[in-house]
């Protein structure tokens, strides 16, 4: 396919023609030529107002469904959903059923999204059927080509084998995940510790069921050496730890989830469903120590923590009810609200390269990976721009900058 981006203010720090607007052509996925007034015969002319390109946006915690909850969603329809929402490159999550915990279902998996609009990486689980107990064949699902390994919201209860995966996992680059939550402190709470769950007489999660988990992990690493990347911080505390661990060389990397970012237990009051989360959401000024992380480097990365759920899950009382919202479509959106074009386009394409992912670059002879949009126009999320199966979006009626056009990866061309 031949295909010409007409007039496009390139946003790339790694392109040379980053801060110019200009044309790009690309044929048969690779970007031929990068001007001004580009005159070529083409497949598809892509013209829109105000329009911008970036390389395409990386998200490193999504789930699905398939296999197993196909109701939720798809895989090849998830993928597309992520590809109209900017996103050219995922890490899926292994909380399908069966659990993904060998070479065989990380093959299975990789052989479904065969040329997806979007690229897909897997994290296998880190223990046998995420259940804690025997590790899961790591080199075998390396060898499949999971890109990392870790239990899906589930705690590393035994930090024996968070030493042993940590020290195996050297002999071939593996980075292990940990979900930072001691669940004796953690004590199923459907939110953080605060003045809000006091008032309402509510139990919530302390910091320290957080923190502990943080600093167990740090020392084991320190110990055992390796790659640890800490998924989905919740707290202020967290970010000081890992501040501290980064400036004395340690090896790691962490993301902060959207619903994070956005929502503190104050915006509770009444007790949204789709606001439940794993982490629990926690205070206003976790909220701010969390933006400063990633503004000064020591969060890496933000995840949009999409997370299908099936309705009848929800209707619960908030304390039973399933956690999760969905949050591909709605990202740029608020992000850009929130950060501005330049951070919020930095934050969503950083977080490649610590997973061993080479990062792309709107440059000639580089292969197409590039997401097309228009940071400025203001509207309210609303039912219509959900692209998802399921509709579990706690961003329903917010505010939104900032609308995605589409991606451009390799061949595949997807617009909204």
Known sequence: MRVLIKGAMIVDPRSTHSGEIQDIFIEEGVIRKIGSNIDVLCDQLIEFENLHASVGWFDPCVSFGEPGYEERETLNHGLLTAAKSGFTTIILNPNTLPVIDSHSAIGHIMQLAKNAPCELHVCGSLTNRMQGTELSPLFDMHRAGAIAFGDYKKDIGDPYLLKIALQYVQSF?????????????????????????????????????????????????????????????????????????????????????????????????????????????????????????????????????????????????????????????????????????????????????????????????????????????????????????????????????????????????TLN
């Open 173 to 413: 680059s593996g980075t292990v995940i940990s979900f930072p939550q001691i669940g004796s402190l953690h004590m199923n709470a459907a939110l953080g510790e605060s003045d809000f769950s006091l008032h309402y007489g509510i139990n919530g999660s302390p910091e320290i069921a957080e923190t502990v988990a943080v600093l167990r992990d740090l020392e084991v690493l320190h110990y055992t050496k390796g790659k640890l990347h800490f998924q989905l911080l919740s707290c202020q505390r967290s970010v000081e730890l890992i501040e501290q661990a980064k400036s004395m060389g340690a090896a790691i990397s962490s993301s902060v989830g959207l619903p994070h970012l956005i929502f503190s237990t104050d915006d509770l009051s009444d007790f949204d469903a789709n606001l439940k989360q794993s982490p629990p959401l926690r205070t206003r000024e976790d909220i701010n120590a969390l933006a400063k992380g990633l503004k000064n480097g020591t969060i890496d990365m933000i995840s949009c923590m999409h997370e299908p759920i099936n309705p009848e899950l929800k209707e619960h009382d908030f304390m039973e009810l399933k956690e999760g919202s969905i949050g591909l479509e709605a990202a740029f959106g608020l992000l850009n609200l929130k950060f501005g074009l330049h951070q919020t386009i930095d934050y969503l394409t950083r977080g490649r390269i610590h997973f061993g992912l080479k990062p792309p670059k709107i440059e000639a002879h580089q292969k197409a990976n590039i997401t097309i949009f228009n940071p400025d126009i203001i509207y309210t999320f609303t039912d219509e721009q959900i692209h998802s199966t399921s509709k579990n979006c706690a961003y329903i009626n917010q505010k939104m900058k900032g609308k995605v056009y589409g991606t451009m990866l390799d061949d595949h061309l």
